[in-house]
């Protein structure tokens, strides 16, 4: 059973640049959530995704969008990038309580 | 408000135990989890509790809720260098997870 699956692993772009970063939930989940991760931070949460909706949303700008598939997988976007992006981003999924999470995309924003 | 806070650094033996604590401010959180991230990794998770209960134990691993206080911690025993790692507690928000910002421990032989 593949757990949840991230793709690329790393990444780099240039200013003002646009980005889509994938994730495939691990088997059985319908749930997505997105966290950017900074240098020597905790992960910080963008959104939730459910039944192809946006669920929930912390504390991003608009640049960052999101879209959930009907088989369960989901995309991350950014527009606009800025250097600030540059972090780790982890998808999770979940189908109650506990979330799983893979292994991350790491974005360079140069 | 939400905040999760969590001492940055620990440092113990090899074999000896470890502790990891946690304090959290959203008191109507219903579960609170610890993660584990390696280097260059994604997180792990290690276990969770559920937040009517004190204590859960699993192998190594000891939880403590202290819900008055709002304090969790952690106890590895036996810690071995494979437990060098930084411990991330995480309590659940409204369908959101809400991270510390890391523990990181040290394992020393």
């Known amino acids: 059973d593949a757990g949840v699956t991230q793709s690329p692993t790393h990444l780099i772009k240039t200013r003002g640049q646009q980005v889509t970063l994938r994730c495939s939930p691990k088997?059985?989940?319908?749930?997505v959530s997105w966290y950017q991760q900074a240098l020597g931070q905790g992960p910080q949460f963008i959104f939730q995704?459910?039944?192809?909706?946006?669920?929930q949303r912390g504390n991003f700008p608009d640049r960052f969008s999101g879209h959930q598939f009907p088989n369960y997988s989901s995309e991350l976007n950014v527009n606009a990038l800025l250097l600030g992006d540059s972090a780790l981003y982890l998808c999770?999924?979940?189908?109650?309580?506990?979330?799983?999470f893979g292994a991350g995309t790491r974005l360079s924003v140069l | 408000g939400e905040d999760v806070e969590q001492s940055l650094f620990l440092s113990v033996r090899e074999g000896d135990s470890s502790v990891i604590n946690c304090t959290y401010t959203?008191?109507?959180?219903?579960?609170l989890y610890w993660y584990k991230q390696e280097p260059g990794a994604g997180l792990q998770l290690l276990t969770y509790?559920?937040?009517?209960?004190d204590m859960k134990q699993d192998q190594r691993l000891t939880v403590l809720l202290n819900k008055k206080d709002k304090h969790l911690s952690l106890r590895i025993a036996d810690t071995q260098t494979g437990d060098s790692a930084i411990y991330f507690c995480?309590?659940?928000?409204?369908?959101?997870?809400?991270f510390g910002t890391g523990t990181r421990l040290q394992v020393f032989p």
């Open positions: 999770a999924s979940s189908s109650r309580d506990t979330q799983y």
């Open positions: 088997s059985g989940h319908d749930t």
């Open positions: 995704y459910y039944e192809e909706e946006e669920r």
């Open positions: 959203d008191s109507s959180s219903t579960y």
């Open positions: 509790i559920f937040s009517n209960m």
């Open positions: 995480a309590e659940r928000g409204t369908d959101k997870l809400i």
